[in-house]
């Protein structure tokens, strides 16, 4: 993962001080922010830490479209957003998100013009690039196949010669990423994988389960039993933030975003955020 987008901006809601209020019973809208973020796609590219409501600087952090994790048309911008809004509320903080592509995202980060990027997975070239935070679940990698040809594996090599589907840029496991013997086929997003794997002209596709399992229920709901999973997956993948580490102040950000995750797993909100992410791939009503 990573995912190409366009630009918009969300801000959240107003800091919360960790003395009075704690993560699970934090405002609504530090928590969530605005119920429908999508607007006019205008975002100037950041240059300084973004200004809060109280006047201080709020935590400028990159994100791109990924639903059902964080879309800028989600509510409240997706579980992502979610979640670090109310970890960086019970720690005092504010958040505010720029939808870009992934590449602008990585780019300015580098700079350190946005103060993080995310999600993100946990890589060995991004821990170079980011200091990256506790992790928070995510979901499962898996292959996915037209249902009379998805296969049982025990080893990477019993998937060489097989047309892979991946998303150009996306990190997917240390072992799959490395595998130059299997023949991978990049595309722009998961819903073109998911196009030319139903018009056969890749044979599988590599894509997180509850990617596939939304996009399918939003776009394609009538070919939704044309796919079935490799088996096994390829792994659970947790995310996490990725801290600018061009930024004199990273390491300090990413100790307080730890202690809010820390916050908000220990009151049960994670979990409940996380779950009401898995209900949108059962939901979604198709042409939403």
Same mark, same amino acid.
């Given at each position: 993962?990573?995912?190409?987008?366009?630009?918009?901006?969300?801000?959240?809601?107003?800091?919360?001080?960790?003395?009075?209020?704690?993560?699970?019973?934090?405002?609504?809208?530090?928590?969530?922010?605005?119920?429908?973020?999508?607007?006019?796609?205008?975002?100037?590219?950041?240059?300084?830490?973004?200004?809060?409501?109280?006047?201080?600087?709020?935590?400028? *952090?990159?994100?791109?479209?990924?639903?059902?994790?964080?879309?800028?048309?989600?509510?409240?911008?997706?579980?992502?957003?979610?979640?670090?809004?109310?970890?960086?509320?019970?720690?005092?903080?504010?958040? !505010?998100?720029?939808?870009?592509?992934?590449?602008?995202?990585?780019?300015?980060? !580098?700079?350190?013009?946005?103060?993080?990027?995310?999600?993100?997975?946990?890589?060995?070239?991004?821990?170079?690039?980011?200091?990256?935070?506790?992790?928070?679940?995510?979901?499962?990698?898996?292959?996915?196949?037209?249902?009379?040809?998805?296969?049982?594996?025990?080893?990477?090599?019993?998937?060489?010669?097989?047309? *892979?589907?991946?998303? !150009?840029?996306?990190?997917?496991?240390?072992?799959?990423?490395?595998?130059?013997?299997?023949?991978?086929?990049?595309?722009?997003?998961?819903?073109?994988?998911?196009?030319?794997?139903?018009? !056969?002209?890749?044979?599988?596709?590599?894509?997180?389960?509850?990617?596939?399992?939304?996009?399918?229920?939003?776009?394609?709901?009538?070919?939704?039993?044309?796919?079935?999973?490799?088996?096994?997956?390829?792994?659970?993948?947790?995310?996490?933030?990725?801290?600018?580490?061009?930024?004199?102040?990273?390491?300090?950000?990413?100790?307080?975003?730890?202690?809010?995750?820390?916050? *908000?797993?220990?009151?049960?909100?994670?979990?409940?955020?996380?779950?009401?992410?898995?209900?949108?791939?059962?939901?979604?009503?198709?042409?939403?």
């Amino acid at each position: 993962m990573p995912a190409p987008g366009q630009d918009v901006s969300i801000s959240g809601g107003s800091a919360v001080s960790s003395e009075s209020a704690p993560a699970s019973t934090a405002p609504e809208s530090a928590i969530n922010g605005p119920a429908h973020p999508g607007g006019p796609r205008t975002t100037p590219a950041p240059a300084r830490p973004a200004k809060r409501s109280g006047g201080g600087s709020a935590v400028l *952090i990159a994100t791109y479209d990924w639903p059902p994790y964080v879309e800028h048309n989600l509510p409240h911008g997706g579980y992502v957003a979610r979640v670090i809004r109310a970890a960086l509320a019970s720690v005092g903080l504010e958040a !505010r998100f720029e939808f870009m592509p992934w590449a602008r995202g990585m780019s300015l980060l !580098r700079d350190g013009k946005v103060t993080a990027v995310a999600p993100a997975y946990r890589t060995v070239d991004r821990e170079i690039e980011c200091d990256l935070s506790a992790p928070f679940p995510g979901g499962p990698l898996a292959l996915f196949g037209l249902t009379p040809n998805a296969l049982h594996w025990s080893d990477l090599r019993d998937l060489a010669g097989l047309r *892979i589907g991946v998303v !150009r840029g996306y990190a997917h496991t240390q072992d799959f990423d490395a595998a130059a013997f299997l023949s991978k086929e990049p595309a722009n997003d998961e819903l073109a994988n998911l196009r030319k794997l139903l018009a !056969r002209r890749i044979d599988a596709m590599a894509a997180d389960r509850n990617v596939v399992h939304f996009l399918l229920r939003r776009h394609l709901p009538a070919q939704a039993a044309s796919l079935a999973e490799f088996d096994p997956i390829l792994g659970e993948r947790d995310l996490h933030v990725c801290f600018s580490r061009a930024r004199p102040d990273h390491a300090a950000l990413r100790e307080a975003f730890d202690r809010g995750l820390a916050t *908000i797993r220990a009151s049960g909100l994670l979990d409940e955020l996380h779950r009401e992410m898995r209900r949108l791939t059962e939901e979604q009503p198709a042409g939403q």
